[in-house]
């Protein structure tokens, strides 16, 4: 696991009250019990974290959960992102 990971799991274990060691990269937000509002606010933890902004503005709930369906999902386009911006 590389530290963008190891990171982004930190992440999510302090948005979902859960310790990062026991949260796979395919969990689903939904399994986590994030909705909508935790994503968007994990999303803003991980723009910090990573000096990058993750576009999602304009995408209803729906499409939120598409594009980020499991830690992975939002991990891969989080490190396409901070590829683009090096």
Do not use: C, W, Y
Not at 29 to 56: M, Q, R, T, Y
Request: aromatic share 6%; glycine share 4%.
């Amino acid at each position: 696991m590389d530290k963008i990971e190891e990171r982004v799991l930190e992440l999510v274990g302090e948005q979902a009250g859960a310790d990062p060691k026991e949260i796979s990269l395919f969990s689903k937000f939904e399994e986590l019990n994030l909705d909508s509002v935790a994503i968007v606010e994990l999303i803003f933890s991980l723009e910090e974290a990573f000096n990058v902004s993750i576009p999602f503005e304009g995408l209803d709930e729906s499409e939120l959960k598409r594009n980020f369906n499991t830690i992975s999902s939002l991990i891969d386009h989080l490190k396409g992102l901070l590829q683009r911006n090096e």
